[in-house]
């Protein structure tokens, strides 16, 4: 059996790009191709399992971690419980990372994102009153915004 003409395509693509890695490592241009290329070749487990042995080797890249993310949302076999474990592990080890501010907030807001389409409203809401009272706990106001 013969694979189409676009799937052909982007078998020789993802060759090229993995050819390219291995002569040029750290390209972070190369890589966000080489991830970008991935799902169009691959089922999405094997991609699962491409982006998890990228984040073992850099476990502080952002980039795998939305790509890992993306890729679980984008599945057919996707469960909200384990998308939200998945932010939760990436939400962890990004916190550790030396400018994490910036990331954690695109988590936050892809996490944020991820449960409005999914239409968990409850869930939405009580994460950005989490988010509001841990970060502006001193406010007299913030009670009397969520709680009226």
Known sequence: MS???LEQTE??????IEKALHFNPGDPDLMTIYL?????????DHVT???????AKDSYNIKYWKHLLNNHQSS??????????????AMKVMRK?????PQMLMLFKSCCLFLRQCGLNEQFFAIIQLMMSLNINASNDLERIFYT
Do not use: F, G, R, W
């Not at 078998?11 to 090229?16: G, N, P, R, S, T």
């Not at 399992?49 to 984040?55: A, M, T, V, Y």
């Not at 990372?97 to 501010?101: G, L, N, Q």
């Open 3 to 5: 694979l189409a003409p």
């Open 11 to 16: 078998k020789i693509k993802l060759e090229v």
């Open 36 to 44: 970008q290329t991935i799902p169009n070749v691959h089922a999405s």
């Open 49 to 55: 399992k491409l982006i998890e042995e990228l984040i």
């Open 76 to 89: 057919m076999s996707c469960e909200v419980a384990n998308a939200l474990k998945l932010y939760e592990k």
């Open 97 to 101: 990372s030396h400018d994490s501010d």
